[in-house]
């Protein structure tokens, strides 16, 4: 009998403190930003429980009013791996030095090109028209962080001569490019950028489009590098994820409709990349 007792406060003594450990163990943040009727934290979750599997690591999840925010909360340590946009991507490599590029989606050809920015009006002929009286028009945008609802057209206006900011009687910000275009819709704008999808969905004879982009690169996912962070590893568990988890890439796709039908990760085209500029406000 002693003998036993005398086992198991060996066993005791040896477990106990390596199961400290373990529950001490900080978890690794997976994060991404908030969009209106897409549950983001349920996209992410199977994305959050693949790499603790193949961490053998605990992870949690967060989600961030903004993509904006989201950048603000790695910068300052808090998120560990997030899924940006193209904004929240560009923001974080020029803001971040120890943040690393991941894979991002293989969104198929046809859909990637399908995936810009649009301006639209209702009684506005032309962007030349638009531009020539742009002092009495009301400009909707997205949000100062969307890609196609955002930065991207902005961008393109500015290249114009026409700043957002100050070249429109009014900017709004609507915080969904159905919102945006809706704002035309009831007269409470003239001009609304937002994603050409949402526009070409909405089938409306009496709303016509200005302009629209190039095709917009989705953004890659973000690793915050530290000793802490295996960045290299989850780079490569995510090109891999096809094969070990597709429910990964399955729900991505539910929260970001311009993820297309994508099924694998690819690493993420540096070059193309380098093309979009983020303006700094």
């Known amino acids: 009998m002693r003998?036993?007792?005398?086992?198991?406060?060996?066993f005791a003594l040896v477990?106990?403190?390596?199961?400290?450990?373990?529950?001490?163990?900080?978890?690794?943040?997976?994060?991404?930003y908030a969009y209106p009727e897409r549950?983001?934290?349920?996209?992410i979750q199977p994305l959050a429980d693949y790499l603790a599997k193949r961490g053998r690591h605990p992870v949690q999840v967060k989600l961030f009013?903004?993509?904006?925010?989201?950048?603000q909360a790695m910068r300052d340590g808090h998120?560990?791996?997030?899924?940006?946009?193209?904004?929240?991507?560009?923001?974080?490599?020029?803001?971040?030095?120890?943040?690393?590029?991941?894979?991002?989606?293989?969104?198929?050809?046809?859909?990637?090109?399908?995936?810009?920015?649009?301006?639209?009006?209702?009684?506005?002929?032309?962007?030349?028209?638009?531009?020539?009286?742009?002092?009495?028009?009301?400009?909707?945008?997205?949000?100062?962080?969307?890609?196609?609802g955002g930065?991207?057209?902005?961008?393109?206006?500015?290249?114009?001569?026409?700043?957002?900011?100050?070249?429109?009687?009014?900017?709004?910000?609507?915080?969904?490019?159905?919102?945006?275009l809706q704002a035309v819709v009831e007269e409470r704008a003239d001009v609304?950028?937002?994603?050409?999808?949402?526009?070409?969905?909405?089938?409306?004879?009496d709303i016509h489009e200005l302009?629209?982009?190039?095709?917009?690169?989705?953004?890659p996912l973000l690793c915050r590098a530290t000793t802490e962070v295996p960045c290299q590893a989850i780079a490569a568990w995510l090109l891999e994820a096809h094969r070990e988890e597709p429910a990964v890439m399955a729900a991505l796709r539910v929260g970001w409709p311009e993820f297309g039908d994508a099924t694998v990760f690819v690493p993420a085209d540096a070059a193309r990349l380098s093309e979009a500029v983020l303006p700094r406000d």
């Not at 477990?15 to 991404?32: F, G, I, N, Q, Y």
């Not at 549950?39 to 996209?43: H, I, N, V």
Request: hydrophobic share 45%; no cysteine; glycine share 4%.
């Open 65 to 71: 009013p903004s993509p904006t925010a989201l950048v």
């Open 211 to 219: 302009w629209r982009s190039d095709p917009i690169p989705p953004g």
């Open 151 to 180: 930065f991207v057209p902005a961008q393109y206006l500015r290249s114009q001569g026409l700043d957002p900011a100050t070249a429109f009687a009014s900017v709004i910000y609507s915080g969904s490019h159905a919102a945006a």
């Open 192 to 205: 609304a950028a937002l994603a050409i999808d949402v526009y070409d969905a909405s089938r409306r004879n």
């Open 79 to 148: 998120v560990d791996v997030a899924v940006p946009n193209l904004h929240g991507y560009l923001q974080a490599r020029r803001d971040i030095a120890q943040v690393n590029t991941l894979p991002v989606p293989q969104v198929p050809a046809l859909q990637a090109d399908g995936y810009r920015a649009v301006l639209v009006a209702r009684d506005v002929a032309s962007f030349a028209g638009m531009k020539a009286n742009a002092g009495r028009l009301r400009l909707a945008l997205v949000g100062r962080d969307s890609a196609s």
């Open 15 to 32: 477990v106990l403190p390596v199961s400290a450990k373990e529950d001490r163990r900080t978890p690794w943040v997976v994060a991404t």
């Open 39 to 43: 549950d983001r934290l349920d996209a």
């Open 3 to 10: 003998l036993r007792s005398a086992l198991v406060l060996l």
